[in-house]
């Protein structure tokens, strides 16, 4: 690669969105990337390293300011993809790149658009957001919807809780959800962190804008009638929010609690809209590139029956 490119630096590569950032990097052609995990044996890791990443071995919960201040030397742009135990520690990130001249942190958000006080992983993210703006280092927020990939009923080969998850649909079926397939987000990234419109704003990537009951309609389409009554699983509203207040009775930090206050967010209350998000002053990506050909809900449906898989779910894409 190029030492003309700019140099970016990607905490969590390993995961399903870090994956598929470094991946959309690399096919920009570019940027130079480095990868950092604990563990650069990881397949995707040294499929990486194969196309040219620069991989560096740290334990973003144990390293020091000296070894993140060595890797981030001479980058454009640090982006983190990590798991919710590590949030806190993206502020050792903040603190290293300010200090080493980083332009721009793109911290771990890539997630839905909502306010605070209603999921306790948000609000996380909403204070290192706070965190790196008190801090002066440059930014840029970006939210992605809800991945498509836990939104469409998953067929009947497919099994285990994620699975079952998509096959409920919560309160009426008929609040909009912003949308994105996961694959497509290193993509986007790419385009948005080149460019300066995008300097110190939160953006949000979406390819479309469907309710449950719209992708249940084409999985019948797809799948049969016989799926739809075998699967498909209708929890009212009151239901629902007794499930919710009995998960947020156990620790924040847990999957079950996480979990439900985002079906809250996203199903019954309808954060995650592109009109709530251009409300908040959030930009739109598909305003910033018109030239964008974004794929439909139901085409990637048509695409994931096809040959269907399960992807690792990062915390649940939140």
């Known amino acids: 690669m190029s030492q003309q490119k700019p140099l970016v630096v990607v905490f969590g590569a390993s995961g399903e969105t870090g994956r598929s950032i470094v ?45 993140l201040r060595e890797i981030l030397t001479g980058a454009d742009c640090a982006i983190a993809t990590l798991p919710p135990t590590c949030k806190e520690a993206q502020k050792d990130i903040v603190e290293a790149a300010k200090a080493v001249g ?14 605070t006080g209603i999921m306790y992983l948000h609000d996380r993210k909403i204070a290192i957001r706070e965190y790196i703006q008190k801090s002066g280092l440059g930014y840029t927020f970006i939210e992605v919807g809800f991945w498509m990939q836990l939104v469409l009923p998953w067929p009947a080969q497919l099994t285990g809780f994620v ?6 649909v919560i309160g009426t079926g008929d609040v909009p959800l912003a949308l994105t397939d996961l694959s497509h987000i290193g993509d986007y990234v790419a385009r948005i962190i080149k460019d300066d419109r995008t300097l110190n704003k939160t953006v949000l990537i979406w390819e479309d804008e469907k309710t449950q009951n719209q992708g249940w309609a084409h999985a019948e389409r797809k799948l049969g009638s016989d799926f739809v009554q ?17 998960a947020r009775a156990v620790p924040p930090e847990s999957i079950m609690r996480m979990g439900a206050e985002y079906k809250y967010s996203l199903y019954i209350r309808g954060d995650n809209t592109v009109a709530k998000a251009r409300a908040a002053g959030v930009l739109d990506f598909k305003e910033l590139y018109p030239d964008v050909k974004a794929p439909t809900f139901e085409e990637f449906m048509d695409t994931f029956y096809e040959s269907p898989y399960v992807p690792h779910t990062d915390g649940l894409a939140m």
Not at 102 to 115: H, I, W
Not at 231 to 246: D, G, H, R, T, Y
């Open 23 to 67: 991946g959309g990097l690399l096919r920009s052609g570019e940027f130079r990337v480095a990868a950092v995990t604990r563990n650069p044996s990881n397949p995707a890791l040294v499929k990486f390293a194969e196309c040219g990443v620069t991989v560096h071995q740290a334990d973003i919960l144990a390293v020091t300011q000296e070894r």
């Open 102 to 115: 980083v332009r721009r942190f793109v911290p771990d958000d890539f997630g839905t658009e909502a306010p």
């Open 163 to 168: 699975a079952d998850m998509t096959h409920e």
């Open 230 to 246: 075998q699967k498909k699983k209708v929890i009212p509203e009151s239901e629902f929010m007794k499930q919710l207040e009995a």
